[in-house]
Nanobody, 121 residues
Framework: VQLQASGGGLVQAGGSLRLSCAASGRAFSMSVMGWVRQAPGKEREFVAAITLSGTGTDYGDFVKGRFTISRDNAKNTVDLQMNSLKPEDTAVYYC???????????????WGQGTQVTVSS
């Protein structure tokens, strides 16, 4: 699975961004998809995951209802809608994929190149 993330940028606190990830390869429909982020000087942090069918999702504790992950298996895409953004959400966000379900940030087999999200106060 090859992953290409887009949609990052600079936004003010309280604003919204939508990240998108385009996946290539037939394995997309057999992969759990997720988003992992890494802020400068910090470890990678699990953000969200979605099951193969798209009916099951999980989020990092810090999300608290602000983010929504979704996928379109017909288009091979997975999105992350981020609302009520905070300065502490500033990080590089990676689109990830794995054959089995995981909420462990280090547990994903496939990684995209990352997209920068910067939230100003």
């Amino acid at each position: 699975v090859q992953l290409q993330a887009s949609g990052g940028g600079l936004v003010q606190a309280g604003g919204s961004l939508r990240l998108s990830c385009a996946a290539s390869g037939r394995a997309f429909s057999m992969s759990v998809m997720g988003w992992v982020r890494q802020a400068p000087g910090k470890e990678r942090e699990f953000v969200a995951a979605i099951t193969l069918s798209g009916t099951g999702t999980d989020y990092g504790d810090f999300v608290k209802g602000r983010f929504t992950i979704s996928r379109d298996n017909a288009k091979n895409t997975v999105d992350l809608q981020m609302n009520s953004l905070k300065p502490e959400d500033t990080a590089v966000y990676y689109c990830t994929a794995n054959p089995t379900y995981t909420t462990w940030a280090q547990g994903y087999r496939y990684w995209g190149q990352g997209t920068q999200v910067t939230v100003s106060s």
